[in-house]
């Protein structure tokens, strides 16, 4: 199993950005699949998560501005980003969790300039 994750990128405040978590050797829509983001200096921190049943969870600093979906097509989960704040700037992951065994990505950069 693995994922990967693209679509990061250097974006000014108050821009958009759509991330994508690519699984390749299990289908995704079986497993909650999560977004997670560290930020320079900091721990890593979930910020979403959509289930098997397709129910989404977000971190109360993104609620109203990120939008996690899945295309169950392409194997693919999404995060929408929406008015991006510098402080949402760090490296995001992507993260399946697949009978208790932890698949990470190698993260995708988002960096939002003031």
């Given at each position: 199993?693995?994922?990967?994750?693209?679509?990061?990128?250097?974006?000014?405040?108050?821009?958009?950005?759509?991330?994508?978590?690519?699984?390749?050797?299990?289908?995704?829509?079986?497993?909650?699949?999560?977004?997670?983001?560290?930020?320079?200096?900091?721990?890593?921190?979930?910020?979403?998560?959509?289930?098997?049943?397709?129910?989404?969870?977000?971190?109360?600093?993104?609620?109203?501005?990120?939008?996690?979906?899945?295309?169950?097509?392409?194997?693919?989960?999404?995060?929408?980003?929406?008015?991006?704040k510098p402080e949402d700037t760090g490296v995001y992951y992507c993260n399946a969790n697949i009978w208790g065994q932890?698949?990470?990505?190698?993260?995708?950069?988002?960096?939002?300039?003031?």
């Amino acid at each position: 199993a693995q994922v990967v994750e693209s679509g990061g990128g250097l974006v000014q405040v108050g821009g958009s950005l759509t991330l994508s978590c690519a699984a390749s050797g299990f289908t995704l829509d079986n497993y909650a699949i999560a977004w997670f983001r560290q930020a320079p200096g900091k721990e890593r921190e979930g910020i979403s998560c959509i289930d098997s049943d397709g129910n989404t969870y977000y971190r109360d600093s993104v609620k109203g501005r990120f939008t996690i979906s899945r295309d169950n097509a392409k194997n693919t989960v999404y995060l929408q980003m929406n008015s991006l704040k510098p402080e949402d700037t760090g490296v995001y992951y992507c993260n399946a969790n697949i009978w208790g065994q932890n698949y990470w990505g190698p993260g995708t950069q988002v960096t939002v300039s003031s």
